[in-house]
C-alpha cells in the first residue's frame, strides 16, 4: 500500500484543519492507521490511531478533546480533524498504517508503512 498525507498549512491558533491520509494499491479497510508529528527540533511523537475496523481509537494527551481520527474505507482515506489547534501543534505530521490487525499501535516502530509529510503550522 502506498500513503499519501495532505491537508496541511499554516492556521491561526484556534483554527481547524483536517488531514487526510489516501491509501492506494490495497483496501484500507485491511489496516490499522497511525498518524505521528514530528516538531522542529523534536522526536517524532504519537498523535492518533485507529484500528482496523475503526471503532477503537488511542489519543496522546495533548491531542485528546481536540483532534480526531476516523477511517472511511469507502474512501480508502483516514481523517485527523485537528479543532483548537496550538502553536505547540506545528510540525510535520506523517500517517503510517500496519496490515491486519484489531491492534491500536501508539509506536511509530510498529508500523511498517509510511507516507510523505503534510507541514501544519499554527501562528499564535
Known amino acids: 500500500v502506498l500513503l499519501q498525507a495532505s491537508g496541511g498549512g499554516l492556521v491561526q491558533a484556534g483554527a481547524s484543519l483536517r488531514l487526510s491520509c489516501e491509501a492506494s494499491?490495497?483496501?484500507?479497510?485491511?489496516?490499522?492507521v497511525g498518524w505521528f508529528r514530528r516538531a522542529p527540533g523534536k522526536s517524532r511523537e504519537f498523535v492518533a490511531a485507529i484500528e482496523l475496523t475503526g471503532r477503537s481509537t488511542s489519543y496522546e494527551d495533548s491531542v485528546k478533546g481536540r483532534f480526531t481520527i476516523s477511517k472511511d474505507n469507502a474512501k480508502n482515506t483516514v481523517y485527523l480533524q485537528m479543532n483548537s489547534l496550538k502553536p505547540e501543534d506545528t510540525a510535520v505530521y506523517y500517517c503510517?498504517?500496519?496490515?491486519?490487525?484489531?491492534?491500536?499501535?501508539?509506536?511509530?516502530?510498529?508500523?511498517?508503512?509510511w507516507g510523505q509529510g503534510t507541514l501544519v503550522t499554527v501562528s499564535s
Open positions: 503510517a498504517a500496519k496490515r491486519g490487525t484489531t491492534v491500536i499501535g501508539r509506536s511509530a516502530t510498529w508500523y511498517n508503512v
Open positions: 494499491g490495497h483496501t484500507f479497510s485491511n489496516y490499522a
